[in-house]
């Protein structure tokens, strides 16, 4: 599987912004899903998570309420939509893929995109 984050970019806070990662590769529909993110200083940290079917999700407790995590496996894509933007939500974007089950560590993610900047000005 091949990942390609895209939709970053300066927002004020307040605002939103959609992230996109495309997919390529046979065995998208069965791979459980995720956003994570990079901090200036910071570790990688999990955002989201979504199940191979979409009938799973689950948020880190940052950005619970305010973003939403989807899948489209017939355009091969998942989509990150953030709201209510904060300053401290400005990161390098990643999204990843593993089988079976969501899990908040990194480690367990065999495939990553290249990330997508998104900058939160308060």
């Known amino acids: 599987?091949?990942?390609?984050?895209s939709g970053g970019g300066l927002v004020q806070a307040g605002g939103?912004?959609?992230l996109s990662?495309?997919?390529s590769g046979r065995t998208f529909g069965s791979k459980v899903m995720a956003w994570f993110r990079e901090a200036?200083?910071?570790e990688r940290e999990f955002v989201a998570g979504i199940s191979w079917n979409g009938?799973?999700?689950y948020y880190a407790d940052s950005v619970k309420g305010r973003?939403?995590?989807s899948r489209d496996n017939v355009k091969i894509s998942i989509y990150l939509e953030t709201n209510s933007l904060k300053p401290e939500d400005t990161a390098v974007y990643y999204c990843a893929a593993r089988p079976r089950i969501i899990t908040t560590s990194g480690r367990f993610y065999d495939y990553w995109g290249q990330g997508t900047l998104v900058?939160?000005?308060?």
């Open 119 to 122: 900058t939160v000005s308060s």
């Open 21 to 23: 990662c495309a997919a």
């Open 1 to 5: 599987v091949q990942l390609q984050a």
């Open 40 to 42: 200036p200083g910071k």
């Open 67 to 69: 973003f939403t995590i």
């Open 55 to 57: 009938g799973s999700t």
């Open 16 to 18: 939103s912004l959609r």
